[in-house]
């Protein structure tokens, strides 16, 4: 590449890929330009949230003591609701309120900010209020910078790095977007609701920094998706997450969710008295492996949620330390094209390779049904109702009758709900082929 460049990589967006991205670029001496729409790192950004850190245990060794959290999350509940009945597996354990941690719940514009200022502090150029608006490209019709809506904003680069988000119009102007239409893709909708901190404490069982995380199956009635109540120092999050077609066919208001779970019985007493903070929504590319586009081509690569990495299996929605994970490697794959002078698509499958053999991509490979399985009619409309019955009729005293087992109760409850025993079987063997 014999063409003068201003800067070797320029990372679009510094949510945490972008910022990951540019950290690791810039320990390595390498000059690299990360650029953010938003007046700061953040700004834009909402998700539940929990962030799981200890993908910045290599990366940020100091992050236990300097990241901005709100609450390590001690107490992990998986929730399964019908519009009256709750079945709860509320698991607690004191050491994730210790070292090595594991999820803390975080606001974004804090985290943002701080994780880019890892990458300023290691010699990156931030540039806010700045919107790549396209990619540039040399007389060949290569790659070399992106344009900007600044005056004189273009900015050329031996590589650019794609970290734009779900939304990426990036990877979609260099053929790299996601395979697959709305269907994979759900919208997260959040209120931020105030309290004093110890009702929190006092209301989820729990003291000082530690928190608790409440993942719900059954969260939006006759739509796919699912809801989530996290805790904050001295604020709740509470959320829905929907299918985008169903959302669009049941025209019906992602606030009006968000309403209806706050009045669920087994929710309204956690969000009594609570003052809305703020309300913000933002979409979730939940296709996972099987809608994950080209992740590379001549002189650019694509990391975070701009290649549907984010985790959206159920039990798990991790979406921050993939962007994380796939930023360094990212980072990495591009120190050593440009080292060796050699940004071209060939050598940089070498990312895709990278990012098979970590975790970001394992657990996407492995998980590569989860989506569809979790998402599909019976695990959303009536194994909730279905397993809700049969608990509530193996805990109802029924004096002068005889006691029945479970798997009678389970029998009946999937009768009434017309669940057929071979498609219990059946989902049986997936969900142990998925998560066992
Ligand atoms: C409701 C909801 C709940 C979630 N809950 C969780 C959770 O609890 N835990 C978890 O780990 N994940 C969660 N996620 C997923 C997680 O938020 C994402 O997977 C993660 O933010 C992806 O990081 P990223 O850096 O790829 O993209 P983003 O965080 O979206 O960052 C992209 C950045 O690029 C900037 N940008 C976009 N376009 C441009 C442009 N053209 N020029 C310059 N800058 C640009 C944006 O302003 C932004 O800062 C949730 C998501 C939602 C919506």
Known sequence: MSEPVDVDVIVVGAGPAGSAAALTLARSGR????????????????????????????????????????RWVTRRSTMMMTSTQALTIDYRTESWGEKPYNGATAYR??????????????????????????????EGGKICGVSTDRPDGDLRAKMVIACDGVNSFLAKEAGLYHHGGVEHFTLGAKETLSLPKSVIDDRFGVRGNHGVDIEILGATPGLAGGGFVYTNLDSISVGIVVSLSDLQTAKVRPEELIANLKAHPAIAPLVEGADVAEYSAHLIPEGGYKTMPELYTDRMLVAGDAACMCLAAGLWLEGVNFAIGAGEIAAQMAI??????????????????????SFVLADHRKLADAPEFILGDRMQNQYPKVICDAVEAMFTVSNPTPKAGLSQHMKAAASKHGVKIRHLLKDARTASKLFG
């Open 31 to 70: 000059s690299v330009v990360l650029l953010e729409r938003g007046p700061f790192p953040g700004s834009k950004n909402m998700y539940g949230g929990v962030i799981y850190g200890r993908v910045l245990d290599r990366l940020v060794p100091e992050w236990i003591t300097e990241a901005p959290i709100q």
């Open 109 to 138: 514009p804090d985290f943002d900010s701080w994780l880019a200022s890892k990458a300023v502090e290691a010699g990156a150029t931030l540039v806010t209020s700045t919107t790549a608006t396209g990619l540039l490209r040399d």
């Open 336 to 357: 050593e094209a440009v080292r060796d002078g050699d940004v071209s698509a060939q050598k940089l499958s070498g990312y895709q390779r990278r990012l098979e053999e």
